[in-house]
């Protein structure tokens, strides 16, 4: 049974950095797609990234986000990370990591870790 | 970048009845790869749906995505009780995006 769990700190000042973590159980991050998505009330569901294996590691990212994000993985821990940086009130949600198939369907989700940005 | 419209926002039935759902791309879905997806209060979205039509594992087949092109439908045979939740739409043929959510409604 696959399951993500994540990790990292639920509140930060505007221009700090955010970073979050996902351990992978039951399944191999070296394979398929592992992607970052967040939810607001005022934006909605969001894609923000991903990382994938293929040969080497690739990375792509959401345009609104490209600047400032960065997606890692961790073979030795089996594990991905989520990096944004100079974050704004407006970074303010709920993330989730998740397990990309099919090309891009995300099957496996992680619990969500609420994201707040406030001074 | 492809915007993913649903509707209706809101749809309030009874248990039993059927429920249908649309999605509109602004663009054409490359390869029909869209996704539809439930969520409950207070959980992450679980996928019902991938390629327009195939249901993921241990998905009811009352659940049942149709649709290609720009046009999109997810329809819900019979409600049960566990059926009312929000259902969101999800493209990934090109980068990857969401619809705003349609929420089912006990009438």
């Known amino acids: 049974q696959v399951q993500l769990q994540q990790s990292g700190p639920g509140l930060l000042k505007p221009s700090q950095t955010l970073s979050l973590t996902c351990v992978i159980s039951?399944?191999?991050?070296?394979?398929?797609?592992w992607d970052w998505i967040r939810q607001s009330p005022s934006r909605g569901l969001e894609w923000l990234g991903r990382t994938y294996y293929n040969s080497k590691w690739y990375n792509e990212y959401a345009e609104s986000v490209k600047s400032r994000i960065t997606v890692t993985a961790d073979t030795s821990k089996n594990q991905f990370s989520l990096q944004l940086n100079s974050v704004t009130p407006e970074d303010t949600a709920v993330y989730y990591c998740t397990r990309s198939v099919q090309w891009g369907a995300f099957d496996i989700w992680g619990q969500g870790t609420v994201v707040t940005v406030s001074s | 970048e492809i915007v993913l419209t649903q509707s209706p926002d809101t749809l309030s039935l009874s248990p039993g009845e059927r429920a249908t759902l649309s999605c509109r791309a602004s663009q054409i879905v490359r390869s029909n790869y869209l996704a539809w997806y439930q969520q409950k209060p207070g959980q992450a979205p679980r996928l019902l749906i991938y390629?327009?039509?195939s249901r993921d594992t241990g998905i009811p087949d009352r659940f049942t995505g149709s649709g290609s092109g720009t046009d999109f439908t997810l329809t819900i045979s019979r409600l049960e009780s566990e059926d009312f939740a929000v259902y969101y739409c999800?493209?990934?043929?090109?980068?990857?995006?969401f619809g705003q959510g349609t929420k089912v409604e006990i009438k």
């Open positions: 039951g399944f191999s991050v070296s394979r398929n797609s």
């Open positions: 999800q493209q990934y043929g090109s980068s990857r995006t």
């Open positions: 390629g327009a039509s």
